[in-house]
Structure formats: C-alpha cells, structure tokens
C-alpha cells in the first residue's frame, strides 16, 4: 500500500508537467501513465493516448507505468544528430525505461529504445511485449501490411470495419513468411508507420485492425518467453514511428535511409540489360521441349523481347543439377547449346532456380542429407509446393553448394542471368538440426540473406552485370535480401492493381537504380495490360506461346490480335524506357487520389499514367516547374494541348487508363 501511494504522489507531480518531445515534423507525448500519443505536422494528433508500451509478465499485462523521471539530452549517433526524451516509470517491481530519439535529417520520424528491469526479489516471466500500439483516428483508412500468407493478399489495401491481420513475420504456413517490419495506416489528411529497426530478420508481429468505423490500430509485438531475473534488464527491438501526407511511400523511403544509416547495405545496381524486355518460356510449362523455345526465339525477337528465360522444368530433381534427358539427351552439351542459340540471336539468356530447396529423394540429399533444415522435433521442413524440403541457409555446406548452383549455370553453361523462384524465400523456421552447430535456432532465419549475398557474389564474379532476379511468387518481400538481387518483380500477381502498387512499395525500398519486373503480362488485367507496368516504371514481360509449336492451345498463345497489342507496347516501352527514369512517389496519393496516378521524371520530362474503370473530368499534372509544357498521349501519338506548371490541371475522358508525356517547352 505505501508503495502505491509514492507511486501515486508521483504519478500526480508529473501530471501537469510536460513530457514531450518536439521533432521537425514528429512529437511524442507521454502522460502521467507512462501512455503516449504521437503528433504530426502542427501538433496534429494521430489518435488519442494510448498504452502504447506493454509488456505481459507472469501471465499479467502491465500497462500503467507510474511516470518517475525524465529528461532531454542531444545525441549523435549512426542515424544522426539530434535529442532525445528518456522517461522512466514503474509498475509494482518492473522498471520501464523509454528513449524516443528525433534527428534532423529525418524529421517525421521517431526512433524508440525500450527497456524493463526487474528490481524484485523473484524472477519474471516475460511472454510478449508490445512497442509503438497507437490508435488511428479516422472513418476512411487505407494501410500498407507486410505480411507473407498462402492467400497472398494485396500489400496496400483499404480497410474496412472488422479488419484484422496479424502480420506475424515468422512462419505463417509451410511455404509462406517472413516480409519488411514496416506496417503504415493512412487517412485523407496524416499517415502513421511503426516498424523495428533490427539489421536482421525478426519473428515480430505488426498487427492492423479496425475495430470499427471510426478508428484503426497498429502496433509491434514479440512473443517469445523469457525469464527476467532479479536485477537484470530486458532491451525490446528498437522500433520506430514515422508519420506523413499522402501515402505510405515516403515513410517507406525513410525507414530505408535510415536502415542503410544503421549499417543496411545499399541495394545492387543492375546493368542496362537489366531493362530491357523479357521473353519467358513458362507458358510452355514444366513440360516444354527445347524445340518449342528455339522455334520461339525468333518471334521474341521481332516483337523486341531482349531477353530468353528457360523456367522450370530443366532439371530432373529440385536440389540437383542434373538435366532432364528427355530435353537435354547429350546433357551438359545440349544446354550450352540452347544458351548459344539464343546469344546467337543476339538475346540474353536466364535461368530459373528454386535455390535452398531439395527433393528428398534427389541426390544433394543422399549423399548429405544433414544439409536439411529440421524443426524442433526433428523432422525436415517441408516446401509443400516444390514437394521438396529446405536447405538450411546458416549452414556453410548448403552456402557452398548454392555457389557450385551458379558456378554451372552461369559458368559452365553460359546463362547471363538467373531467376531465383519460390514463395519460401522472404521467410524460414528456426533450425534445430544438431549437426549444424547453431548458435541458436533463430540462426536460420537471421543469416537467410547471406545465402542470397552468396549467389548473388558469385553471379557477378562469374558474369560481371549478371542479372539476378527475386520472384518470391506473389508473397512479400523481405527488406533483409534486398541488397543481394538486382531486379524484382510483382511476382505472380493477381490484377494489375498488384502490378502497380508492388512496383510503388518496390520502387520506395529499393531505389530507381533496382530494374522491376511487372512479370509476364498475361498475369494482368485481360491478360494484355502492358501499361501498368509501364506507367510504374516497370520492365516488361511475356510468357506467350506459338500456337503451332504449342501441345495445346492456351490463353498464352500468340493470336494475329495479341500481336498487334504486343508490338505496340513492347515498342512504346523501348521507345520510352520509363523504368531507366525517377519514380515520382510522393506526388500522389494510392489510396485517395482519383483517378489512380503515377509519375516519371526523365530528363526534364515529366510521364503521367492515369488508371481508372471510366474518368471524366479533370485530372491534375503534379511535379512541374513554373514553365510552359506540351502535352501529348504517347499511346497515341495525340497532342492535348499545353499546360503551366508547377500544378496544372487537364480536362480529359478515358477508360482503363491514360498515359501522358509532358515535355517543357
């Protein structure tokens, strides 16, 4: 009792204090319970005070922390200069300790070190603890989610009363985890991000609910038991709050550069071939004969795909490299052939791999089969669709045996580049195989990167400028892998909606610099919406088929119509190659900007793709100078007319989408 009572006086001397800290653009305050809300742009609340920090212990969630001390300190760091807030409270024999650090150079954002220490007699058992849940007020929200699961939502979505997903960034099935510990909620008017800033892979969650009409939630939570003994500390993962105008991609950019602040390594350049159009044989299938890709080249070519991509269904088993003798009957000799056909036609050449996986019955594994990944109860991970098993990446026998993968196929047989394949890959169990010595368990999930930096070394070793392509087959991607490719891809997506709003989030983590792949465009809208890729900025692709060199017919084949629209998109791409150009994110909303825009910056010209069902009416030119610009539809090779920058509005009509060029006059 007399405990509670100091904790009262002093919970009721900071009452009236301020405790707050002030950035730029970002403040934190903290009330008497130790709750805090954060602020944006003149003092405009995100939501009201919530029990933003909380930790369950012995099986009880404490939430009111009694606020003990405070004060304010500048600080330099790796992030940068700036100051920070400590402010330190106390819930029956639990301490907690929160630093909020703002910076110059990063003014929307807040970084968060959050600690417990245990000044009781007894040990605490530690459950779960939760950084950074705040409430979002608002009636009409969107978010972004980062969450990897078999359904493969969309990232960036509106949300609607009853919403709820949990965005566990561990394991959420056999194949499917992993993902970017960045979670954003957004209005008409402020956005709110929260993440950690961990330099590894994390089994966190990021969980976005709305409730109801009036209001949403975000937050970051850890689950993992923990005995906290007397006298000892507890450090959560640093996490942060970043809030913004517009949508989640600024904030996206800055949790980027502050990443690479912290010792994130830059994402990988890609060479000029890394633009240009591919050709993939995949509308053939796993059952495709050599014949039918050599009788395809040609076609390719005069339609101006650049590059030949031979998927799946060269090898004999998942884990070996071993040749299909069926297509491949002189083996190595036959392969290099290929490779050479399709440079002789002067196009690049690529391979598909599912790498860190194996059959169980392929060779890799009977001759070594403790290179698998095992789980806590000793059974093998299973890839349930390659019907194969994991390779353990934080094993060096499975990292050598990735590098002699690329030694072969780029190497030996030729390949300019290699498309990396599979669901799996932004996400892996722990490892509890004995036989690799792991530090911890957690081992597999931290250095899966380094597998990828691995293959990737050696692919540019071997072939400097090969490309390096990461598929992860319509899943999220992981900001972890990110630096060890040199192009990504909206992988398997769904509707041209995925095509775009992957290229936006894609573009934000990885820069201009990183090619992106609006994959094969028979996967979007009516199977020939090649202006969503383009008006993203993004490579094009295709995976179409002769009809008289196909087994059968099918949705991919080549028709006298396809063709048209084939040649006069691949063409308007070349012609343009927006995606050598800068991404212009911030100028407009996704989620609240009708119609759907997107923008390029080539040069001192401006590039404008509009996405609607239907639109009439006036649509606004952002990101101009006060000058005087033509307008013209280059699909069609129309002039509209001139406008005046630096904001101009067009009155125009369209269906399914507009695509402009500004050119300053």
Same mark, same amino acid.
């Given at each position: 009792? +007399?405990?509670?009572?100091?904790?009262?006086?002093?919970?009721?001397?900071?009452?009236?204090?301020?405790?707050?800290?002030?950035?730029?653009?970002?403040? $934190?305050?903290?009330?008497?319970?130790?709750?805090?809300?954060?602020?944006?742009?003149?003092?405009?609340?995100?939501?009201?005070?919530?029990?933003?920090?909380?930790?369950?212990?012995?099986?009880?969630?404490?939430?009111?922390?009694?606020?003990?001390?405070?004060?304010?300190?500048?600080?330099?760091?790796?992030?940068?200069?700036? +100051?920070?807030?400590?402010?330190?409270?106390?819930?029956?024999?639990?301490?907690?300790?929160?630093?909020?650090?703002?910076?110059?150079?990063?003014?929307?954002?807040?970084?968060?070190?959050?600690?417990?220490?245990?000044?009781?007699?007894?040990?605490?058992?530690?459950?779960?603890?939760?950084?950074?849940?705040?409430?979002?007020?608002?009636?009409?929200?969107?978010a972004?989610?980062?969450?990897?699961?078999?359904?493969r939502?969309?990232?960036?979505?509106?949300?609607?009363?009853?919403?709820?997903?949990?965005?566990?960034?561990?394991?959420?099935?056999?194949?499917?985890?992993?993902?970017?510990?960045?979670? #954003?909620?957004?209005?008409?008017?402020?956005?709110?991000?929260?993440?950690?800033?961990?330099?590894?892979?994390?089994?966190?969650s990021?969980?976005?609910?709305?409730?109801?009409?009036?209001r949403?939630t975000?937050?970051?939570?850890?689950?993992?038991?923990?005995?906290?003994?007397?006298?000892?500390?507890?450090?959560?993962?640093?996490?942060?709050?970043?809030?913004?105008?517009?949508?989640?991609?600024?904030?996206?950019?800055? &949790?980027?550069?502050?990443?690479q602040r912290l010792?994130?390594?830059?994402?990988?350049?890609?060479?000029?071939?890394?633009?240009?159009?591919?050709?993939?044989?995949?509308?053939?299938g796993?059952?495709?004969?050599?014949?039918?890709?050599?009788?395809?080249?040609?076609?390719?070519?005069?339609?101006?795909?650049?590059?030949?991509?031979?998927?799946?269904?060269?090898?004999?088993?998942?884990? #070996?490299?071993?040749?299909?003798?069926?297509?491949?009957?002189?083996?190595?000799?036959?392969?290099?052939?290929?490779?050479?056909?399709?440079?002789?036609?002067?196009?690049?050449?690529?391979?598909?791999?599912?790498p860190?996986?194996?059959?169980?019955?392929?060779?890799?594994?009977?001759?070594?089969?403790?290179?698998?990944?095992?789980?806590?109860?000793?059974?093998?991970?299973? !890839?349930?669709?390659?019907?194969?098993? &994991?390779?353990?990446p934080?094993?060096?026998?499975?990292?050598? $045996?990735?590098?002699?993968?690329?030694?072969?196929?780029?190497?030996?047989?030729?390949? #300019?580049?290699? +498309?990396?394949?599979?669901?799996?890959?932004?996400?892996?169990?722990?490892?509890?195989?004995?036989?690799?010595?792991?530090a911890?368990?957690?081992?597999?999930?931290?250095?899966?990167?380094?597998?990828? +930096?691995? !293959? &990737?070394?050696?692919a540019?070793?071997?072939?400097?400028?090969?490309?390096?392509?990461?598929?992860?087959?319509?899943?999220?991607?992981?900001?972890?892998?990110?630096?060890?490719?040199?192009?990504?891809?909206?992988?398997?997506?769904?509707? %041209?909606?995925?095509?775009?709003?992957?290229?936006?989030?894609?573009?934000?983590?990885?820069?201009?610099?990183?090619?992106?792949?609006?994959?094969?465009?028979?996967?979007s809208?009516?199977?020939?919406d090649?202006?969503?890729?383009?008006?993203?900025?993004?490579?094009?692709? %295709?995976q179409?088929?002769?009809?008289?060199?196909a087994?059968?017919?099918?949705?991919?084949?080549?028709?006298?119509?396809?063709?048209?629209?084939?040649?006069?998109?691949?063409?308007?791409?070349?012609?343009?190659?927006?995606?050598?150009?800068?991404?212009q994110?911030?100028? &407009?909303?996704?989620?609240?900007?009708?119609?759907?825009?997107?923008?390029?910056?080539?040069?001192?010209?401006m590039?404008?793709?509009?996405?609607?069902?239907?639109?009439?009416?006036?649509?606004?030119?952002?990101?101009?100078?006060?000058?005087?610009?033509?307008?013209? #539809?280059?699909?069609?090779?129309?002039?509209?007319?001139?406008?005046?920058g630096?904001?101009?509005?067009?009155?125009?009509?369209?269906?399914?989408?507009?695509?402009?060029?500004?050119?300053?006059?």
């Amino acid at each position: 009792m +007399k405990k509670l009572l100091i904790a009262l006086v002093i919970s009721a001397a900071f009452a009236g204090a301020q405790t707050r800290i002030d950035g730029k653009s970002v403040s $934190v305050e903290f009330d008497a319970r130790m709750h805090s809300r954060v602020l944006a742009f003149q003092n405009t609340p995100i939501g009201p005070m919530s029990a933003s920090e909380t930790i369950v212990a012995n099986g009880k969630t404490l939430s009111e922390f009694a606020l003990t001390s405070q004060h304010t300190e500048p600080i330099h760091d790796k992030i940068g200069e700036g +100051k920070r807030l400590i402010v330190e409270g106390k819930s029956g024999d639990l301490i907690k300790i929160v630093a909020v650090s703002v910076y110059e150079e990063f003014p929307a954002a807040a970084v968060f070190d959050v600690s417990y220490k245990n000044v009781a007699s007894a040990p605490f058992e530690i459950t779960q603890w939760t950084n950074n849940h705040y409430d979002v007020a608002g009636s009409s929200l969107w978010a972004f989610q980062p969450g990897t699961y078999e359904r493969r939502p969309a990232w960036i979505s509106p949300l609607h009363a009853g919403a709820h997903q949990k965005n566990f960034l561990g394991m959420n099935g056999s194949d499917y985890g992993g993902g970017t510990p960045f979670a #954003d909620i957004w209005s008409r008017s402020v956005g709110i991000a929260v993440g950690d800033l961990e330099l590894v892979g994390k089994e966190v969650s990021l969980p976005v609910t709305l409730p109801d009409a009036k209001r949403a939630t975000l937050a970051l939570e850890y689950a993992k038991t923990h005995k906290l003994e007397p006298g000892e500390s507890l450090a959560t993962f640093r996490t942060f709050a970043i809030v913004h105008h517009g949508d989640f991609y600024e904030a996206l950019v800055t &949790y980027k550069k502050i990443m690479q602040r912290l010792g994130q390594p830059v994402s990988a350049r890609a060479a000029d071939a890394g633009f240009r159009p591919m050709w993939c044989a995949w509308g053939y299938g796993r059952r495709f004969k050599v014949e039918q890709i050599e009788q395809t080249i040609p076609e390719a070519k005069r339609l101006g795909f650049e590059w030949v991509t031979v998927d799946d269904g060269w090898q004999t088993k998942y884990g #070996d490299l071993t040749l299909n003798p069926k297509k491949f009957p002189r083996g190595d000799a036959d392969m290099k052939a290929l490779v050479d056909e399709i440079h002789r036609q002067g196009l690049k050449a690529q391979l598909w791999w599912s790498p860190m996986s194996a059959a169980a019955d392929s060779e890799l594994l009977k001759e070594d089969p403790e290179l698998v990944l095992r789980n806590k109860d000793g059974s093998p991970q299973k !890839i349930s669709w390659w019907n194969s098993l &994991y390779l353990c990446p934080a094993n060096n026998d499975v990292i050598a $045996v990735q590098r002699k993968f690329v030694e072969k196929i780029i190497g030996d047989w030729g390949f #300019d580049g290699l +498309k990396l394949d599979g669901q799996y890959m932004n996400g892996i169990p722990a490892c509890y195989n004995p036989a690799h010595h792991h530090a911890k368990p957690e081992d597999s999930i931290e250095q899966l990167p380094q597998l990828f +930096k691995a !293959i &990737y070394d050696e692919a540019q070793k071997l072939k400097p400028g090969a490309l390096v392509e990461f598929c992860p087959c319509g899943t999220s991607y992981s900001f972890f892998t990110m630096p060890y490719y040199n192009m990504s891809v909206a992988s398997d997506p769904t509707s %041209s909606w995925q095509v775009r709003t992957k290229g936006k989030a894609l573009k934000a983590l990885l820069g201009d610099g990183v090619p992106y792949f609006g994959d094969h465009v028979e996967l979007s809208d009516n199977a020939t919406d090649f202006a969503s890729t383009i008006g993203v900025g993004g490579v094009v692709g %295709s995976q179409f088929t002769l009809p008289a060199v196909a087994s059968r017919a099918t949705q991919f084949d080549l028709t006298p119509a396809r063709r048209k629209i084939f040649e006069k998109w691949v063409a308007l791409y070349k012609n343009k190659m927006l995606s050598e150009g800068v991404y212009q994110g911030t100028l &407009y909303d996704i989620g609240f900007d009708r119609p759907e825009a997107h923008a390029i910056k080539k040069g001192e010209t401006m590039y404008y793709g509009f996405f609607a069902p239907q639109f009439s009416g006036k649509v606004e030119l952002r990101g101009l100078e006060d000058r005087q610009y033509k307008v013209t #539809d280059y699909e069609n090779s129309k002039v509209l007319g001139t406008v005046h920058g630096p904001t101009a509005q067009l009155q125009t009509s369209f269906a399914k989408h507009l695509m402009l060029e500004v050119e300053p006059q």
